[in-house]
């Protein structure tokens, strides 16, 4: 059964916007392709295979393997692939998010990353935790903040959400003017509760988030990179989702949520809700195994590099 026009051409013009984004070019990202342009470029050929393809695809192989997966109890994270594409932490709240990030970000730290957290949540204060050094940002009169390059967490609890965006847009536009110019050490920027930052359709309004998209999109050019965790992921921007490689999913019951992540899975979606709070599916280039791992500060060397 062939696949609908009107399929090949949306998935062609998503697949076409989508390396705009990721080619540096986030403001062609708005503006409707021709026809004649997907077909040259290739997209639609591509797109029309994509919605062929069978259940015995390399793809659909993993995505639909029967049986149970693998559990290991040490997390497995790729520094390398971080820095290239990041990473993301989905699922409900309540379900070890934040203690599996703050295990990824010690071995970012070991690894003589700068990580910088913007914090939602007020979770990034509370010990342990492995970064030590804070500033709380005010909703209210002038403050001027001068950091030395070190690991560092924003409070952004205090901000209502308008706020919330407008820091982070210069606070992006800040690291990527600096590394723009010169600086030459990567540093890794950890948004919680990225739903707020990144909502769905975020990354196509340049007018409102602008800078976060081309810190996103240009950021690993000149070594910066980023992860996020959301525990609302049917609501946060999908093209967010689809930059990074490595993936986190957590417990999730809510039916939108649930939809999103099993597009992302496939059967092993069926796992999802049987997890326990410290269980999580790893999700990366074809690998997917289900993780068990320690608190934060309880075995925290547990994680394979």
Same mark, same amino acid.
Do not use: A
């Given at each position: 059964?062939?696949?609908?026009?009107?399929q090949i051409l949306e998935l062609a013009k998503e697949r076409w916007r989508l390396d705009q984004i990721r080619f540096g070019n986030p403001k062609l990202a708005e503006i409707e392709p021709e026809y004649?342009?997907?077909v040259e470029g290739g997209y639609i050929w591509s797109a029309k295979m994509e919605l062929m393809q069978s259940l015995e695809s390399k793809h659909a192989k993993w995505l639909e393997k029967d049986g149970e997966l693998e559990t290991v109890y040490e997390i497995p994270f790729d520094i390398d692939e971080a820095l290239k594409t990041g990473f993301c932490i989905l699922g409900n709240k309540g379900c070890g998010k934040t203690t599996l990030a703050k295990h990824l970000v010690q071995k970012l730290i070991e690894n003589g990353i700068i990580v910088y957290v913007l914090d939602s949540s007020k979770a990034w204060i509370k010990?342990?935790?492995?970064?030590t050094d804070y500033?709380?940002?005010l909703p209210y009169g002038t403050q001027r903040f001068q950091w030395k390059p070190k690991p560092y967490v924003f409070d952004l609890s205090l901000l209502p959400i308008?706020?919330?965006?407008?820091?982070? *847009?210069?606070?992006?536009?800040?690291?990527? *003017?600096a590394h723009i110019q010169g600086f030459n050490q990567w540093e890794f920027v950890v948004f919680e509760e990225a739903h707020l930052i990144f909502p769905n359709g975020s990354l196509r309004s340049l007018k409102k988030n602008g800078e976060a998209v081309a810190f996103a999109t240009i950021g690993r050019n000149y070594k910066l990179s980023f992860g996020f965790i959301t525990q609302f992921p049917a609501n946060v921007d999908k093209l967010l989702v689809k930059l990074t490689v490595q993936r986190y999913l957590f417990q999730t019951w809510e039916p939108n949520d649930y939809r999103y992540m099993q597009r992302l899975l496939g059967k092993h979606a069926k796992e999802l809700k049987s997890l326990e709070a410290g269980e999580c599916i790893y999700q990366a280039r074809g690998k997917v195994l289900k993780v068990a791992f320690p608190e934060y500060g309880i075995g925290s060397d547990r994680t394979v590099v």
């Open positions: 059964m062939l696949p609908k026009k009107e004649q342009e997907l010990k342990p935790t492995p970064i500033f709380t940002v308008p706020l919330k965006i407008k820091f982070v *847009n210069l606070f992006c536009k800040t690291l990527l *003017n």
